[in-house]
Each structure stands twice: as structure tokens, then as C-alpha cells.
């Protein structure tokens, strides 16, 4: 008769033990990071035809986390879009809006990331400095 090694005993016991721990730890280490890890957020400014261009700086804390520009070419664009990536938190938006005629007016406005969809900004007819 032949024998077979156990396959049960102190050294398996240890083992699964170590995958359960391993399992665990991996579980664990993932959830912290999914709260920190950056994302991609869809944000998209809407605009009247007077506006000639954008300036805008997504600041987290005081100090900017991501800036983009936008300017109008000769076609007609109601809608800047912008994909930007954002680590999970509260962001305040610093838009300056600039007119065809040079003029400039700035606003603020609030995001939280992750957003659960698409977030729509509309500058349409705004003058003035809004949070």
C-alpha cells in the first residue's frame, strides 16, 4: 500500500490561514485606497455666445489641484467640456470668464468628487462674482 502524505493537519492549517490574513489585507488595503485614488470627473461649462474665452483652476485646500483654458474659435461653442482628474474630496472651481470685448468677470463655484454624473456649470448670462 502506498502512502499518501496528510493534507490536513498543522502546516495546512497554517497556510489557509495565512491566504485568509493575505485575503484580508488586500481587502483592506483596497478599500483605502479606492477613498484616495484619483478619478476622472466630467465637468461642462456652459456658455452664452459673448464669451470668448475660459480660465479656470479647481483648487482643493487654497492651492490648485488642475487649471485649463478654453477659447472660442470663429465656431459656435455652447459648451466647453472638460475631463479632469481629481482625487475624492470638496473642490472649489475659480472660473474667469472672459467677454469678446476683453472683458473679464470671475466666479466661484463648488464641486464634490466623485460626482455621480456628469457636472454641468452654466455661465450663461452671469455677471458678477457667485458661489
Excluded: C
Excluded at 17 to 38: E, K, R, T
Excluded at 40 to 56: A, C, N, Q, R, S
Excluded at 66 to 94: C, M, N, W
Amino acid at each position: 500500500m502506498t502512502d499518501f502524505p496528510l493534507t490536513i493537519g498543522p502546516l495546512s492549517i497554517r497556510r489557509r490561514l495565512a491566504a485568509v490574513v493575505a485575503v484580508i489585507g488586500v481587502v483592506f488595503v483596497g478599500s483605502g485606497l479606492a477613498n484616495v485614488w484619483p478619478r476622472d470627473v466630467e465637468v461642462l461649462y456652459e456658455v452664452d455666445p459673448g464669451t470668448g474665452g475660459l480660465d479656470i483652476d479647481y483648487l482643493q485646500g487654497g492651492e490648485a489641484a488642475a487649471s485649463v483654458r478654453f477659447t472660442r474659435s470663429t465656431t459656435k461653442i455652447d459648451v466647453f467640456r472638460h475631463v479632469v482628474r481629481l482625487q475624492p474630496g470638496e473642490y472649489q472651481i475659480h472660473i474667469t470668464r472672459y467677454g469678446l470685448d476683453g472683458s473679464a468677470e470671475e466666479q466661484t463655484r463648488r464641486i464634490a468628487v466623485p460626482a455621480p454624473s456628469v457636472t454641468r456649470v452654466d455661465l450663461r448670462a452671469a455677471t458678477g462674482s457667485t458661489e
